[in-house]
Each structure stands twice: as structure tokens, then as C-alpha cells.
């Protein structure tokens, strides 16, 4: 198993940008790593997904060119650069863990998920 931490969350402007941490107690390199988030009175929706190499993201259209998603796995921690934020990006985020091959935008699909870390873009 592996235990996942968010952190980074916070309340920005429009415009701003923040990067979110999503630190693991085992070897992240064992899986595929995505973020999530879930704003209120709405489900959790896909937002990017990384390989156990880094090589290889995706994104959600929603964030495309504006978020980058990144992965050390010599510190085991994924993370989330958002720039350009906009009020819609508000949620809770998530990092979630997928010890399966392959990636997946499909939350249910992943094994293991952090607490989320808020965050809150201003207009």
C-alpha cells in the first residue's frame, strides 16, 4: 500500500498560479500517478495522469496548457503546476495512486487516494 499527502492548496487570484505536492510513503515509480478534483454539488472529475516514468501526461481539455503535471520519483512526489487559474478550477484536488499498467482517466480505477488539498481561485 501506499499513503498519499497533498499539500500546496490555497486561495489565489484569477490569474494566479500555485503548485500542488502530493507526497507518498512508498515508491511512486511502482505506479501511475493522476489528480482529481470535485468541486462542491459536483462529482470527481479527471484533471491529468502521469506514467510511472514521467514520460508520458495527459490532461484534461479543462486545463490543457495551463497545468502541468511532473513526478520525481527519487523524492516520490507528484506534482501539479497550475497557472492561469481561473474561478472555475476551484475544487478539492486530489493525487491518486494506480498500481495497474496502463493510464486511466477513470477515478474508481485508481487503488489509492491522498485527503485532497483545497483549492480557491478568486474572480
Known amino acids: 500500500q501506499v499513503q498519499l499527502v497533498e499539500s500546496g492548496g490555497g486561495l489565489v487570484q484569477a490569474g494566479g498560479s500555485l503548485r500542488l505536492s502530493c507526497a507518498a510513503s512508498g515508491r511512486t515509480s511502482n505506479y501511475v500517478m493522476g489528480w482529481f478534483r470535485q468541486a462542491p454539488g459536483k462529482e470527481r472529475e479527471f484533471v491529468s495522469r502521469?506514467?510511472?516514468?514521467?514520460?508520458?501526461?495527459d490532461y484534461a481539455d479543462s486545463v490543457k496548457g495551463r497545468f502541468t503535471v511532473s513526478r520525481d520519483n527519487a523524492k516520490n512526489t507528484v506534482y501539479l503546476q497550475m497557472n492561469s487559474l481561473k474561478p472555475e478550477d476551484t475544487a478539492v484536488y486530489y493525487c491518486?495512486?494506480?498500481?495497474?499498467?496502463?493510464?486511466?482517466?477513470?477515478?474508481?480505477?485508481?487503488?489509492?487516494w491522498g485527503q485532497g488539498t483545497q483549492v480557491t481561485v478568486s474572480s
Open positions: 502521469i506514467s510511472r516514468s514521467g514520460t508520458v501526461t
Open positions: 491518486a495512486a494506480r498500481s495497474r499498467a496502463g493510464l486511466s482517466m477513470v477515478a474508481y480505477e485508481y487503488d489509492f
